[in-house]
């Protein structure tokens, strides 16, 4: 095989509740406000922003990206990822409803590459990536498995 393409939502949207939202606010003013007892305005400021930007994503809806993997690499809607800059991939099928491919990547500042596998067979994709990366188990950074708990 020399190439597999699939189409995939680049992440599950989790519907957000009331409670969701004044829990969030809550806990962003009380942070403001202390922030001000303890005269440190600018954080305050940020954390202002933050909140804001956060609310306004947070209703975003996923868009459907397309994944492939070539002789070149992984592209992953315009983003290539050539097997030179990747270290090794993990397929995790341990939860049920969402099957990923793990990718160790060099770069520091994004070290692992979590892609959604939707429609396509785990094991040609994995027959794949071992043309040009050793396997290697992987697990999901922590902040990513807690912002999924969050609903993002």
Same mark, same amino acid.
């Given at each position: 095989?020399?190439k597999?393409s ?17 829990? %969030?606010?809550?806990? %962003?003013?009380?942070m %403001?406000?202390?922030s001000?007892? /303890? ?5 305050a400021?940020?954390l $202002? $922003?933050?909140?804001?930007? /956060? ?6 809806? +996923?868009?459907? $990206?397309?994944i492939? &993997? ?9 983003d290539m990822?050539p097997? %030179? ?5 993990? &397929?995790?099928?341990?939860?049920e409803?969402?099957?990923?491919i ?8 994004l +070290? ?5 596998l939707e429609?396509y !067979? !785990?094991m040609?994709?994995?027959d794949?990536?071992?043309?040009? /990366?050793?396997?290697?188990?992987? !697990?999901? +950074? /922590?902040?990513?498995?807690i912002m ?5």
């Amino acid at each position: 095989m020399e190439k597999i393409s699939w189409k995939a939502l680049e992440y599950k949207k989790k519907e957000k509740t009331a409670d969701w939202y004044w829990a %969030v606010i809550i806990i %962003v003013i009380s942070m %403001v406000i202390i922030s001000l007892i /303890l005269h440190d305005a600018l954080f305050a400021f940020l954390l $202002i $922003i933050a909140i804001t930007s /956060l609310l306004f994503f947070s209703n975003k809806d +996923p868009k459907m $990206i397309e994944i492939s &993997i070539d002789k070149r690499g992984i592209i992953i809607d315009k983003d290539m990822y050539p097997f %030179v800059n990747l270290e090794a991939f993990w &397929i995790d099928i341990s939860d049920e409803k969402n099957h990923k491919i793990l990718i160790n990547s060099k770069k520091a500042f994004l +070290p692992i590459i979590s892609i959604p596998l939707e429609e396509y !067979h !785990h094991m040609d994709i994995r027959d794949l990536l071992l043309e040009f /990366l050793p396997e290697k188990e992987m !697990h999901e +950074p /922590l902040s990513q498995k807690i912002m999924e708990k969050l609903g993002f």
